[in-house]
């Protein structure tokens, strides 16, 4: 049986899993949080010698710091990285030369884009090297909080990123409710499919997934499907937008909207540059690795941040280019061509996004079926299949609810990408970063972490007084259930 072995005070003290396994959220968070000069056993059963190094620890199967009914520890470095890369270019980047370009325009946007790659490409590897912090894996992000800060900071990390992914959600509902739209005035312009009733399709289509896909790692075909279903709709949105743009006269490029309004829009575009990138669940999908899970995260990091991106970039500078500043937030509405093309594009779309959705969803699925499952039997039980209908159907039927209602929602995602997003993937990673090792930091390294703590929490402020100004002018013109 798989053994903890933690060296206090010369004396051993050995829990078995299926023990630590029942013990309370805090009191694991504080067995989890070992004093500074203890040094923790990763092995099952196993001691590692500490003269080993770290590239030794990282390849060892480490013990969970708290137990999970999901899979865990069982997928190739690759199949992370297509789930990181599944989130890069989902749907939503058919809305990004209109949210980003538009309001950034080309020199603001194009230098944006690869600040925010690079910022945020190191700030996920610092989160990386984490994972293993303390001997133990921390498979999800409240954890390693918990494990650095305590039982508070543990909460208060579980609530900022339930409501970022729940935010996140939202969105996806929307998007796969627009392409549905889209899809339909295609075929009939009656306007009898009105965009709540293609929400609401589209959260029944994402519920059925939902309960088929028990776990984050049980996607790994699926994680294919979705790779093809971008490259269709982006394919088809930059050819269709460069037949456009070298048919249409000049465009304009310029930033529309007076000084005192651009400051705010450019503020918020800025927060909307890291949004592209970030998951906000770094350590949920580092989870599904196996060892060594450092070095194998940062491989699929890469993967995101190179080959991943190019479809990215491709498809918000073609579309702005071919747009100008009259570029629509939903891309393929804008693009002129064969009915067939577009509709298979907008078919892809819809698609991709729900199982894009599933992505961000996992983190609130993992608790769910740990806390309140059964742990029982197999994942395609009946008794398991019955509970995933009810639990997770209950909590896209929220979802669907709040985006029907609210289907105006970027203002609002805008505001929780500044309350959360920020600080979840830039504030908390490098301030954990530097109290995990700060005693290893030179004094240059240490000021240079500060300065992004600090930074970035004043951008956080800053996009969250943005966004709050985009609501109070926004609510004056949508109401809800809106068909918009």
């Known amino acids: 049986m798989a053994s903890l072995t933690e060296e206090e005070d010369d004396h051993e003290i050995i829990l078995d899993d299926e023990t630590a396994h029942q013990i309370g959220i805090d009191r694991r968070i504080a067995m989890a949080t070992p004093a500074p000069e203890t040094k923790v056993t990763v092995l099952d059963g196993v001691t590692k010698n500490k003269n080993d190094g770290e590239d030794a620890e990282d390849n060892l199967q480490p013990v969970v710091a708290d137990g999970t009914s999901h899979q865990i520890g069982a997928d190739p470095w690759y199949q992370a990285g297509f789930v990181l890369t599944t989130g890069v270019n989902s749907a939503y ?26 910022v945020s490409m190191y700030a996920n590897a610092l989160l990386a090297k984490l994972h293993l912090l303390g001997g133990k894996r921390h498979i999800r992000y409240r954890d390693l909080a918990g494990h650095i800060y305590g039982a508070r900071m543990y909460r208060v990390t579980w609530a900022m990123q339930y409501v970022n992914l729940f935010m996140i959600n939202i969105g996806f ?72 743009g070298a048919r249409a006269p000049a465009r304009d490029y310029s930033i529309p ?96 996004t729900v199982i894009a959705l599933h992505i961000f969803a996992s983190p609130m699925y993992e608790y769910l079926d740990t806390r309140f499952g059964s742990g029982r039997g197999g994942p395609f039980a009946a008794h398991n299949v019955v509970f995933r209908v009810g639990v997770r159907g209950g909590y896209l039927a929220v979802n669907t609810l709040v985006a029907a ?78 068909d918009v």
């Not at 073609?318 to 002129?336: D, F, K, Q, R």
């Not at 090792?437 to 992004?452: D, I, M, P, Q, T």
Request: hydrophobic fraction near 55%; glycine fraction near 8%; charge should be positive.
């Open 93 to 118: 980047v058919l809305g990004y030369s209109g949210s980003l370009m538009v309001p950034l325009g080309w020199i603001g946007g194009a230098i944006g884009l690869l600040i925010a790659a690079g």
């Open 173 to 244: 509902v929307i998007l796969a409710g627009q392409a549905l739209k889209a899809l339909y005035l295609l075929i009939r312009d009656d306007g009898a499919l009105k965009l709540p009733y293609c929400i609401v399709i589209s959260g029944f289509v994402c519920t059925l997934f939902a309960v088929g896909i028990p776990y984050l790692s049980a996607l790994r075909v699926w994680l294919l499907f979705s790779t093809a279903f971008s490259l269709i709709y982006i394919v088809a949105a930059c050819v269709l937008a460069l037949r456009d």
């Open 257 to 352: 909207g007076d000084p005192s309004s651009r400051v705010f829009t450019t503020i918020g575009a800025s927060a909307s540059l890291v949004f592209a990138y970030n998951t906000g669940m770094l350590p949920e999908i580092q989870a599904t690795i196996k060892p060594p899970v450092v070095k194998n995260m940062e491989k699929a990091l890469w993967l995101q941040f190179t080959a991943g991106s190019v479809p990215l970039y491709a498809v918000i500078f073609i579309g702005y280019w071919a747009y100008g500043n009259e570029t629509s937030s939903y891309l393929l509405n804008s693009v002129h061509g064969p009915v067939w093309v577009k509709a298979v594009a907008n078919l892809a779309a819809f698609l991709q």
């Open 405 to 482: 209602a609210l289907p105006f929602l970027g203002d609002f995602m805008s505001l929780t990408g500044a309350l959360s997003t920020f600080p979840l993937t830039f504030v908390l990673a490098n301030h954990m970063y530097l109290v995990a090792n700060g005693h290893r930091l030179s004094s240059l390294r240490k000021a240079w972490h500060w300065f992004n703590v600090v930074g970035f929490t004043v951008l956080a402020v800053a996009a969250a007084i943005a966004a709050l100004r985009l609501i109070a002018v926004d609510s004056k013109t949508y109401h809800l259930f809106a």
